[in-house]
């Protein structure tokens, strides 16, 4: 009996692993004909959402990379697949109902009021609810004070995860061996290691490890006003009880709201990554949101979600070469760095082929706008033809990160690589050239006596600044576009720029 229930397992596991290729195959292939076929791409998102969550990982993992794309097709599915981060399967009441009482050691009805308790969002992973939690004075018998209640989001992982997952690892693992031919990476387009998707998993499975993040990112921004990390108030491997911290998408704000949230963003990316070295590993635009600051009509804070994956190098010089590189559109150090990526078979003559790829980067980006996303193809159509090199995930990760960061200044119409435009536009590398006085009048605009926003940052990218002012332009980061007619406060004395040592 034994061996027969192994043997089904086995060919479960198998087909289950061929399903979740075979979409990967569809979403690689699909066409525009097909993105446009309603029924076709009704059924394939079905098929996605019913493969479990290693199924939706998959997908989600694929959307995300496709997100940095320009071209019609790729938006095209980013927009028809943008629920695939929220909206997965949807869990019993009775599920949640057995988690929470069982890890918190009560009843629901003791703990939250039930007539609140709604299904919000559900992830690959988990379910998240909105309710109000009763505080200890609600629960000493004072039920009738609105203000012994808080609001709460509550987060309880769907069942079967951790078995699923432990079910799917051994095929994993041979699928990281069939990596090693040349026709399935091709096929499938999955040119990083497969054991770190492994271990990504692992990490979220496991809520604790989104506390400790969370704990960090808290710690990391406690003073400062512009961005929210949600308090944790209650915890398990299985459940996260949070403060709930609503958002709008910086798509619902208007112009001038945008573009000031994107300095704020600015000021978050660059302290994750050369103050901190704590990087959110899964930064797409469903794990943040924008609120209104009380009293400011422009000015909105940055709300973080689901600190399950984190990114540190434990390396803070090269966190610094590799984002000073791409924002000072330095070609020649970026395309160092993009060198060391590189992992796997590093032989002598894999050596020489990483040398003419590089060559090839190179020469585009002496004739060519610093683009992200076109790096990214040319580093993926590398990869397909070589089945025994790979990328170091890290680096990657920032690398995919820097193209979140362009793909929102195109976004948002501070540029565009559209030739017929070029004269109303701004490329990448000229437009965060500029950025060092609008972080710095940022920062010393929104401190004060009691409060400073982002004060190491600041005194790093004022050092910068002191170093790189006889080459500094003077020009605005957003004012310096001509399509666009908001202007921010500089630093001003009179008409000139002051120092600002």
């Known amino acids: 009996m034994n061996f027969i229930n192994s043997l089904k397992s086995i060919y479960n596991g198998f087909s289950s692993l061929k399903a979740i290729l075979t979409n990967m195959y569809i979403l690689n292939s699909i066409t525009l004909e097909q993105l446009e076929d309603e029924a076709y791409m009704k059924t394939l998102k079905i098929n996605i959402l019913n493969s479990g969550c290693i199924g939706i990982k998959f997908c989600q993992w ?23 981060f929220e909206q997965c399967p949807y869990h019993s009441l009775d599920h949640t109902r057995k988690i929470l009482e069982a890890d ?13 308790f709604k299904p919000i969002a559900s992830g690959s992973i988990g379910q998240i609810y909105y309710t109000r939690m009763k505080s200890d004075n609600n629960m000493n018998g004072n039920e ?10 509550v987060k309880v992982k769907h069942p079967n995860i951790d078995e699923t997952i432990a079910d799917y690892v051994p095929y994993l693992k041979l699928f990281k061996l069939l990596q090693k031919n040349t026709y399935l990476r091709r096929r ?46 209650a915890y398990s491997k299985n459940i ?5 911290e609503s958002g709008l998408e910086i798509n619902d704000l208007s112009p001038y709201q945008k573009y000031k949230t994107i300095i704020n963003l600015t000021c978050f990316i660059y302290q994750c990554i050369v103050i901190d070295d704590f990087i959110h590993g899964d930064f797409h635009i469903k794990n943040w949101r924008v609120r209104q600051i009380p009293g400011s009509i422009a000015d909105f804070q940055l709300i973080i979600y689901d600190c399950g994956i984190c990114i540190k190098t434990g390396n803070l010089e090269l966190n610094r070469n590799f984002w000073n590189t791409f924002t000072n559109g330095n070609t020649l150090g970026f395309i160092n760095i993009i060198k060391t ?5 590093l032989t002598d003559e894999n050596y020489k082929k990483i040398d003419e790829l590089i060559t090839q980067i190179y020469d585009y980006l002496k004739y060519n706008k610093l683009n992200i996303s076109y790096i990214i193809g040319m580093l993926t159509d590398f990869l397909s033809k070589h089945n025994d090199i790979m990328l170091n995930k890290i680096l990657l990760d920032m690398l995919i990160l820097t193209t979140l960061y362009e793909n929102l200044f195109r976004k948002q119409h501070l540029l565009t690589y559209d030739s017929s435009v070029e004269e109303e536009s701004i490329d990448i590398d000229d437009v965060i050239k500029c950025q060092h006085t609008e972080i710095i009048n940022f920062c010393k605009v929104n401190s004060n006596g009691k409060t400073n926003i982002y004060p190491k940052l600041l005194e790093y990218i004022e050092f910068l600044y002191s170093q790189n002012k006889s080459k500094q332009e003077t020009k605005k980061l957003f004012s310096s576009i001509r399509n666009n007619i908001i202007k921010f406060k500089p630093i001003m004395d009179g008409d000139n720029m002051t120092d600002i040592d």
């Open 62 to 84: 694929y959307i995300s990379h496709t997100s940095s794309n320009y071209d019609t097709k790729s938006i095209k599915m980013c927009d028809f697949f943008n629920d695939i």
């Open 104 to 116: 918190l050691s009560s009843s629901l009805e003791n703990m939250f009021d039930m007539s609140f």
């Open 144 to 153: 009738n004070k609105e203000d012994t209640y808080i609001e709460v989001a």
């Open 188 to 233: 499938f387009k999955i040119y990083f290691d497969i054991q770190d998707f492994i271990d990504n998993i692992n990490l979220q499975t496991n809520f604790e490890n989104e506390v400790v993040h969370a704990n960090i990112f808290r710690e990391n921004f406690k003073d400062n006003k512009f961005i929210v990390i949600p308090e944790i108030l």
């Open 240 to 244: 996260i009880i949070s403060r709930y």
């Open 341 to 345: 990526m590189f992992i796997g078979n």
